[in-house]
């Protein structure tokens, strides 16, 4: 597939500033994850951790209790 060799594809296509926007979320996110998890908490989901951290880090306003996430999952607990 040589017509694809120049082009970059996935991840590989977001700007420096995404890509760092992108590894900031999943750190925030994975260690809320594992704060959450600890002392036999039920944890979070990867949703649930990456919308937290997407709120904690000012890139989301909080979502009303009891609505639906942008991805359609379940209501808020």
Not at 35 to 57: I, K, M, N, P, T
């Amino acid at each position: 597939m040589d017509h694809y060799a120049g082009r970059r594809r996935g991840c590989r296509n977001l700007t420096d500033v995404q890509d760092e926007l992108a590894r900031r979320l999943e750190a925030r996110a994975g260690r809320l994850r594992a704060e959450a998890g600890r002392d036999g908490g039920d944890g979070l989901s990867v949703v649930e951790a990456v919308a937290l951290a997407a709120v904690q880090l000012g890139l989301q306003p909080p979502a009303p209790v009891g609505s639906r996430s942008a991805t359609g999952g379940a209501p808020g607990r």
